[in-house]
């Protein structure tokens, strides 16, 4: 089960025109803790960001599913809202139970595609309730350092 933050970085980006602007982006990062959270997204940015930078925003999303995709031009992400139809056994009603689910792709008809991909080994029915481009610049899952074995 993943624990996903968002992290607002803060920092000084030359734009096009060569002039400085100052701005605040968000990541996603996977953690345990705010604390965790915030250690990783500054090792994760430290090479890329030339200059001081700060972390101005942590707050958990509430993500169950992230769908990345292989190809180059998936540079966006899109917040997607499902909702899943089961069946009270003993009413005989329909349950519906939204969920969040994050997906990579290059526009919204993409978004789908790739969201019904990701979804195609799911035995539950589904609906798309909603799919909206979100700020998310980059993803950063957690992977476990090379020389570190996982605890039994």
Same mark, same amino acid.
């Given at each position: 089960?993943?624990?996903?933050?968002?992290?607002?970085?803060?920092?000084?980006? +030359?734009?096009?025109?060569?002039?400085?602007?100052? &701005?605040?982006? %968000?990541?996603?990062?996977?953690?345990l803790s705010f604390?965790?959270?915030?250690?990783? /997204?500054?090792?994760?940015?430290? %090479?890329?960001?030339?200059?001081?930078?700060? +972390?101005?925003?942590?707050?958990?999303?509430?993500? $169950?599913?992230?769908? %990345?995709?292989?190809?180059?031009?998936?540079?966006?992400?899109?917040?997607? #809202?499902? +909702?899943? /139809?089961?069946?009270?056994? #003993?009413?005989?009603?329909?349950k519906k139970t939204?969920?969040? !689910?994050? !997906?990579?792709?290059?526009?919204?008809? @993409?978004? !789908? $595609? @790739?969201?019904?991909?990701?979804?195609?080994?799911?035995?539950? *029915?589904?609906?798309?309730?909603? &799919?909206?481009?979100?700020? /998310? /610049? *980059?993803?950063?899952?957690?992977?476990?350092? %090379?020389?570190?074995?996982?605890? +039994?």
């Amino acid at each position: 089960m993943h624990t996903w933050f968002e992290c607002k970085i803060r920092y000084e980006k +030359v734009m096009e025109n060569g002039m400085n602007k100052k &701005v605040t982006e %968000p990541y996603l990062v996977d953690a345990l803790s705010f604390t965790e959270a915030e250690a990783r /997204i500054i090792k994760e940015m430290t %090479p890329f960001i030339s200059g001081e930078f700060t +972390v101005s925003d942590i707050k958990r999303a509430n993500y $169950s599913e992230l769908f %990345p995709s292989e190809e180059e031009a998936a540079d966006r992400w899109f917040k997607c #809202k499902l +909702v899943f /139809i089961t069946l009270d056994e #003993k009413s005989g009603a329909e349950k519906k139970t939204s969920t969040q !689910v994050l !997906v990579q792709a290059s526009d919204l008809r @993409n978004a !789908v $595609s @790739n969201l019904d991909e990701g979804m195609k080994g799911t035995m539950a *029915d589904y609906q798309i309730a909603s &799919v909206a481009e979100t700020a /998310i /610049i *980059d993803v950063y899952p957690y992977e476990a350092e %090379p020389d570190e074995k996982p605890e +039994v």
